[in-house]
């Protein structure tokens, strides 16, 4: 009798891997960094040594909102590739319906280990206060642990949300949204397609009438808070680039073109950041969606010049730790600069990076007490931290996994003659 091997059965039960795409991944990456630079500037304003910090992120806000993008852009997708294998364009209620649940279970299934862990790290290990003070944080996470983070029941209050992890409002919008989004696109998927822009362009004017700039919006819109506004809108207008993204890929593009459409890109990022960096500019911003979106719509096709650049190990490498990138850095802030107070105002931190760097003591100093500095170490930080993280989640999820198989394969057939006859399997 032949024996499978591990690597034989792992070829009939693995799903086929996926290549990701690099380009697309580094984006999730980037506008995961940029959001946590924005958090850590707001938060650095309030420092007495750098009240006066320059900004460099200051509607850094708008990382979430490529995340919006890109969810209605691969329900799209989704859908699209669902019609194209001869799935019918129109579901029933019922199926449809499972469709959206499955959307909604694997959506969950792939934040909830990170959210869990990263709720963990910050209320019972890294907490300034003691154990009354964990404890009561611990216990009052209701919302985060439901994710009902971006609801009325959190926002309530908009000065005082009753929330540890504030920015797990952006996984209730995102789950909530994608799964209606998903529902109505496969039951009237012509009827979507042919509303996404206007949609699109009434709800983000609907979000600028009470939000004067393109932030979460804490002003609840009847039942729904601004986020969840925000987050159909971008999944509308995520569905209108799909649209494009389909017509600019059926197109057979030569070198000139080519060519032309790499300005293009390269023009849509500089324009995106210049929008973005270091400019405070309210209800204007509304402009980088534009710039998102065709950033977006550029990666997909992976026929311009930075998106073939941008295809590569590395940026798939980022992309794997966005999401712990972006629930991790909000609670980490506290933990980043009591570590710079204790360590770098001490000295000890300063003689020893003065040995390693070369560099005199005051030089030194005066490198540390930069804010491009204190960034650097901060993104820095977030990072590894965050490939820690989710490698460790990983192996977690990967022993949880061979532990079921291992139980649901129950004992070989002469393991279970011997134990039978040594008695071990005696009633």
């Not at 990701?20 to 960094?33: H, I, K, P």
């Not at 792939?110 to 890294?126: D, K, R, S």
């Not at 003070?133 to 919302?143: A, H, S, Y």
């Not at 908009?158 to 998903?182: C, K």
């Amino acid at each position: 009798m032949h024996i499978m091997t591990m690597r034989e059965v792992g070829c009939i039960t693995d799903k086929p891997r996926i290549r990701r795409n690099g380009a697309v991944e580094f984006w999730r990456y980037a506008f995961a960094v940029f959001a946590a630079l924005y958090h850590f500037e707001k938060t650095y304003e309030m420092m007495p040594w750098m009240a006066s910090a320059r900004r460099v992120a200051s509607v850094g806000f708008i990382g979430v909102e490529f995340f919006f993008i890109l969810a209605g852009f691969l329900i799209a997708e989704s859908d699209k590739k669902r019609v194209l294998s001869g799935a019918p364009e129109r579901m029933n209620f019922a199926d449809a319906g499972r469709e959206a649940w499955d959307y909604a279970r694997s959506r969950i299934k792939t934040v909830y280990p990170t959210l869990a862990a990263v709720l963990v790290i910050f209320t019972l290990i890294l907490h300034s206060g003691g154990w009354v003070g964990r404890l009561r944080d611990f216990m009052n996470l209701e919302w985060e642990a439901l994710l009902l983070g971006g609801t009325s029941f959190a926002w309530g209050d908009p000065e005082s949300p009753a929330l540890f992890l504030i920015v797990s409002w952006f996984l209730t919008d995102l789950i909530i949204s994608g799964f209606f989004m998903t529902l109505f696109i496969r039951m009237r998927r012509d009827v979507m397609r042919l509303v996404a822009p206007f949609a699109a362009i009434l709800l983000y004017s609907l979000f600028g009438h009470k939000s004067f700039d393109l932030y979460i919006g804490h002003e609840l819109y009847g039942f729904l808070s601004g986020g969840m506004i925000r987050a159909v809108a971008g999944m509308f207008l995520g569905l209108t680039s799909n649209i494009l993204y389909t017509k600019l890929a059926a197109v057979k593009l030569g070198a000139v073109k080519r060519a032309l459409l790499s300005l293009v890109e390269i023009y849509a990022i500089y324009r995106l950041f210049s929008l973005c960096w270091n400019q405070e500019i309210g209800v204007d911003n509304y402009r980088v969606l534009v710039y998102i979106s065709a950033i977006l719509i550029f990666s997909f096709t992976r026929k311009t010049a930075v998106s073939v650049i941008l295809n590569n190990p590395v940026s798939r490498f980022l992309g794997g730790v966005s999401l712990t990138v972006y629930l991790f850095h909000w609670r980490f802030l506290e933990t980043f600069f009591t570590i710079k107070m204790k360590f770098w105002a001490s000295g000890g931190g300063i003689r020893l990076l003065s040995g390693l760097l070369g560099k005199p003591y005051f030089q030194t100093q005066q490198l540390v007490n930069s804010s491009a500095f204190d960034m650097i170490m901060y993104i820095a930080c977030v990072t590894i931290c965050s490939v820690i993280l989710t490698y460790a989640i990983k192996l977690a999820s990967l022993g949880i996994a061979a532990l079921r198989r291992s139980r649901n394969r129950g004992p070989l057939p002469e393991d279970a003659d011997a134990s039978s006859g040594s008695g071990g399997g005696a009633l």
